[in-house]
């Protein structure tokens, strides 16, 4: 069964003290085991494998060099993208802000997007394909960093620094595992089905929050820092000690152990080696690059932007490698960004509907726009009340009148949604992940080529340790930090261009931090959902279906943005949409509250294939 298996992987090369991952063919005898291990742990049916297959695999490992090393922990780091930047459905950010009825799950029309549109109306099952895909990815970064942890031999430091981030990704992968799927079976080692069964049961969470701690722990005593502020680019992509205590405080935070939160944080926050980016562009020719220049040039009847409409770069590729982030995904230095599936069509999603709404000058045309995950009104006008015209909030979201006056346009007499109308949509556009001109590689632009988004992914950021420790502090005190929690707050406050809370308060309208969490860090991993849940207010919220909560609307209906209803009046209030007309179409019947809501289900292919495996209460 042993045979060459091509595997498109990645390396790290340093040169010049610049960590660069580039692209490589690695042939090993014998993964087709990895292979085999078809979707998650007890999928895999290693017993069919012949032993000389897992003896070559073995060899493989115990033999390994440095760079046999890197392209294994590659691998790790590749798999991480996939889950982060789905193929064939963005599943991650689409479940989690489907649940939170922060987004529209978009698409084409009623029939796109099922999963998510069975989410939002509270009718879906365990044999939501969403789920599956979920588990799946992640019990794949399982299972190559098991194979890593316990098969590659530690001779050098580079491998022993391999070694250490796979401990670290497993235990970022079980953590997730444990926040939604509760009881999800701890797997710290490689399933051989002597040792160690292919068909393993639940675990207990206070287990696996045990040894997820331990991981990190052991991750961090291993793991390097980066030299100081300005020094993330030597890094790259790749863990170091900080992003460890960072999503320790983070573990800590949802095991209400705010003690042990508020000393891992305080490490982050001493080290003097982070601080919040706060660099801005606008929409007007100031901040035309490349590419946008080259766009002007091509289109003599060119509608310039408006400088007025001021955004922070945070989310460009300008941004990549920034003192403010811990942990991102490297997407610049992944040659397959331009030739494979996975970054594309996550891009692919996440543009704006391009066969309904006429896209502004400043993002790519060419490429596909499908038009998913786009902003709620509860959420959009949530956003805009807390945070006016603020550049987090325009870096964020943009109102229809903004996107209709101050975005520039290849043709002047071509813009807003079409006849077709616009679906999913309330009069808020996403702008997070907006696929900008600028931020495609220049010479592909030129040819005539618009894929290929250089900017990065960010895991985890520096505004979310301060505002978590914030938190900790705002519940229990202050703690190490060489700043206080009202300071870790207003830190965040500044940055997005708002006035400094008199003090800490957790549910305060105008500055409390639940409140600042949700709007500093939407769409990001699966902050939002995590959070209501360990808050205790996922019920009361989703739940509730006035303005202040998920509407009406959500869960039974549909929306189609029409259009203006004046064309000619630019509404400078983001909380005002009363020139927009919006449609609303019955789309299902929504469901009622269950309490199986708070976990997640385990996919129904499990747990028909795995005895040992029980389902989650109510699925």
Not at 298 to 317: F, M, V
Not at 377 to 406: C, L, M, P, Q
Not at 460 to 484: F, K, Q
Not at 492 to 497: E, Q, T
Request: proline residues 3%; aromatic residues 14%; charged residues 25%.
């Amino acid at each position: 069964i042993v045979k060459l298996v091509l595997l498109k992987m990645l390396y790290f090369n340093s040169t010049n003290g610049l960590t660069i991952m580039k692209k490589h063919i690695l042939a090993l005898a014998g993964l087709l085991a990895g292979a085999m291990m078809a979707t998650s742990c007890s999928q895999a049916r290693l017993d069919e494998v012949e032993h000389l297959g897992v003896t070559e695999v073995d060899k493989t490992y115990a033999e390994a060099n440095d760079m046999t090393a890197q392209q294994l922990i590659a691998n790790v780091y590749v798999t991480a993208k996939y889950l982060m930047m789905g193929d064939w459905g963005v599943h991650y950010i689409a479940t989690t802000s489907a649940k939170t009825a922060e987004c529209w799950p978009g698409g084409s029309g009623p029939n796109d997007g099922t999963e998510y549109h069975r989410m939002s109306a509270m009718i879906d099952d365990s044999e939501n394909n969403a789920y599956k895909e979920m588990y799946t990815r992640f019990y794949k970064i399982m299972y190559k960093c098991n194979m890593i942890v316990d098969k590659l031999n530690d001779g050098s430091a580079e491998r022993k620094r391999v070694i250490a981030e796979a401990k670290a990704w497993r235990a970022w992968a079980m953590m997730r595992l444990t926040q939604l799927w509760g009881s999800a079976p701890l797997v710290d080692h490689v399933l051989d089905g002597i040792n160690y069964s292919f068909y393993p049961g639940n675990s207990n969470p206070e287990d696996n929050w045990k040894w997820i701690m331990t991981q990190f722990d052991e991750a961090a005593a291993v793991l390097p820092s980066k030299s100081g502020l300005g020094g993330q680019k030597a890094i790259g992509g790749r863990w170091t000690a900080e992003a460890c205590y960072a999503y320790k405080g983070q573990g800590y935070m949802w095991q209400n152990d705010y003690a042990n939160a508020k000393v891992e944080l305080a490490k982050v926050i001493n080290s003097g080696k982070y601080e919040l980016w706060d660099k801005t562009a606008t929409m007007g020719p100031s901040s035309y690059g490349t590419n946008m220049q080259l766009a002007k040039s091509q289109n003599e009847n060119w509608s310039d932007g408006s400088e007025e409409y001021e955004y922070l770069t945070l989310y460009r590729a300008e941004a990549d490698f920034c003192d403010e982030f811990l942990l991102e995904l490297d997407i610049d230095g992944d040659m397959t960004t331009i030739t494979s599936t996975e970054p594309y069509w996550f891009r692919a999603y996440m543009n704006w509907r391009k066969d309904e709404v006429n896209l502004p000058g400043n993002t790519t045309t060419a490429s596909d726009g499908w038009g998913f995950i786009n902003p709620t009104r509860t959420f959009g006008y949530a956003f805009a009340k807390h945070d006016g015209n603020s550049v987090r909030r325009r870096a964020a979201i943009a109102t229809y009148s903004e996107v209709y006056h101050d975005f520039p346009y290849l043709n002047k007499d071509v813009r807003g949604v079409m006849s077709s109308m616009l679906f999913e949509n309330e009069g808020y556009f996403r702008m997070k992940y907006y696929d900008y001109v600028d931020d495609v590689v220049p010479e592909r632009f030129a040819s005539g080529q618009t894929n290929g988004n250089r900017t990065n992914f960010p895991l985890m950021r520096y505004a979310d340790v301060l505002l978590l420790y914030a938190e900790a502090v705002c519940m229990s005190g202050e703690g190490t930090a060489n700043i206080s929690g009202l300071e870790a707050l207003n830190k965040v406050r500044r940055r997005a261009g708002l006035t400094d809370a008199p003090a800490l308060d957790m549910d305060n309208a105008e500055y409390g931090i639940k409140a600042e969490r949700r709007f500093e860090l939407w769409l990001e991993d699966c902050s939002r959902y995590v959070d209501l849940i360990r808050w205790g207010d996922y019920k009361k919220f989703i739940t509730d279906t006035s303005i202040d909560g998920v509407s009406e609307h959500w869960g039974n209906e549909c929306a189609w943005l029409v259009g203006l209803k004046d064309a000619t009046k630019r509404t400078t209030d983001p909380t005002d949409w009363s020139n927009y007309e919006v449609r609303y179409d019955p789309l299902s019947t929504r469901g009622t509250w269950s309490d199986r809501f708070y976990l997640w289900p385990f996919p129904y292919a499990e747990t028909t294939q795995n005895p040992n495996l029980d389902q989650n209460t109510g699925w």
